[in-house]
């Protein structure tokens, strides 16, 4: 499991455990997932859940670039909803990730 903390402290080595869950909740879902979902299984606001997902995405904050694992796009069926997925970045990470857990 050391292993695993020291993959995602390479990333970012100030990177919050709300973070790390985020991207584990979006990592281990068979398709993309809807924000709200996300939301409810963290138990944050609104917020909370969109500052992890920006963490995770290319984009974090204005002149800081985020970690590229993620990447969330409108629902199709309900522009006013976001979905989040993996980047293949962060499929390759996730790869790596399991490999170290076993």
Do not use: W
Not at 15 to 22: G, H
Not at 55 to 70: D, E, I, Q, T, W
Not at 78 to 94: E, N, S
């Amino acid at each position: 499991m050391y292993q695993a903390v020291q993959l995602f402290r390479d990333l970012d080595p100030e990177l919050p455990t709300k973070t790390v869950v985020c991207f584990v909740l979006i990592a281990n879902a068979d398709k993309d997932i809807p924000m709200r979902d996300l939301q409810n299984a963290l138990d944050t606001s609104s917020s909370s859940t969109t500052r992890n997902v920006a963490h995770l995405s290319a984009h974090y904050k204005p002149k800081v670039p985020g970690l590229g694992l993620v990447e969330a796009f409108e629902d199709l069926n309900d522009r006013r909803y976001k979905r989040v997925r993996l980047t293949p970045k962060g499929k390759a990470f996730r790869i790596r990730l399991d490999s170290v857990m076993g």
